[in-house]
């Protein structure tokens, strides 16, 4: 799910790139508004945290069916994020994966300088905060550092990848479960241990996680993991009994810790973690816009389709505030030039 690896900045930390537009946040809305910061004529940069786009859908349920966007009765999350990847591609955003966005300083009269904390900037007349829930660090457990990024990990995003593995999911809620049934028909076996006796996640799916023949351990707890270079066995406390289970693969789906992170200091009016934004999606910094799930106004609905809405509303107006005398209302899509979009 990276169709955008092409274009991933590689460049040493330190390195500045300029463009009209800089999105913070390669989620949904922020890879929409990479594809209409381009229909509008504007160049784009994308900055994420994360090393591939999509946001929380590549981190947390690339495989499960989306069913409320627009024009799709159903949608799997990594087809969604691979199609607005693709729907940008004529434009060229680039693309800064695995970079987290730091500091926001006036610019002059150019507009803004976002720092990164690798020490690379992005010069931009406009920017476009699209930062999800903004910065998300996994909840996980002592005996899991050892084997971090060598067996452990927290996202599934290729389950492939673990073909052949004995896996084992920590965690009872709704990714646990679905990381559970994408994994179950790939991976030599699947273990799921949760601390409680009962799922956080639907119902309906945990049904399908036991009829699918996942291993389920409750009211149990990793201890240790042991192994060589790559995490080789777990121990698990359950039912006054350890258990040693082998284990090449362990996923942590704890949850996140959420926060705005560094945007809270950029001088934004924030509400609640939301930043503040007017019906033209502005914040009280001029050439600064917020969209998606970080923005807040009164009687917003937390919906993809709505941040959709807003990523185009935001950067209709950017169009406008970077070129005066640009038209609001874009031209109608139909009527761009057919090589341009093939």
Not at 29 to 56: H, I, K, M, N
């Amino acid at each position: 799910m990276n169709q955008a690896g092409d274009r991933v900045e590689t460049t040493v930390p330190g390195a500045q790139t300029t463009a009209d537009v800089a999105v913070v946040g390669a989620g949904p809305a922020g890879l929409y508004a990479a594809y209409c910061a381009g229909f509008r004529g504007l160049s784009s940069v994308v900055v994420d945290a994360l090393a591939e786009p999509g946001g929380q859908i590549a981190a947390l349920y690339p495989e499960k069916r989306i069913y409320d966007v627009a024009g799709h009765p159903a949608v799997r999350g990594r087809d969604l994020v691979d199609g607005l990847v693709a729907q940008a591609a004529p434009f060229d955003p680039h693309y800064l994966l695995g970079r987290t966005a730091a500091s926001l300083t006036p610019d002059g009269e150019a507009g803004w300088l976002l720092g990164l904390e690798d020490g690379g900037r992005v010069r931009a007349r406009a920017v476009v905060i699209a930062a999800g829930l903004g910065r998300s660090v996994p909840r996980t457990l002592p005996c899991l550092h050892p084997y971090q990024g060598r067996g452990v990990a927290h996202h599934v995003p290729r389950p492939a990848e673990h073909e052949g593995r004995d896996v084992v999911i920590v965690g009872g809620g709704d990714s646990a479960v679905d990381w559970a049934l994408a994994l179950a028909p790939v991976a030599r076996s699947v273990t799921v241990v949760h601390r409680r006796s009962a799922f956080r996640a639907h119902e309906h799916s945990v049904k399908q996680m036991y009829a699918a023949g996942v291993r389920v351990l409750t009211d149990a707890q990793v201890t240790a993991c042991t192994g060589g270079k790559h995490l080789e066995e777990i121990r698990v406390q359950t039912g006054g009994k350890e258990l040693t289970l082998p284990a090449q693969s362990l996923v942590a789906a704890l949850g996140f810790i959420t926060s705005l992170g560094p945007i809270a200091e950029w001088g934004l009016e924030v509400e609640n973690r939301r930043i503040t934004v007017d019906r033209a999606m502005r914040t009280n910094l001029p050439r600064v816009y917020a969209v998606g799930d970080i923005c807040a106004y009164d009687g917003r609905v937390p919906l993809i389709s709505v941040g959709f809405g807003e990523a185009a509303t935001a950067v209709n107006h950017a169009a406008v505030d970077v070129r005066p005398g640009s038209r609001l209302i874009p031209e109608h899509s139909t009527d761009r030039d057919t090589a341009l979009l093939s």
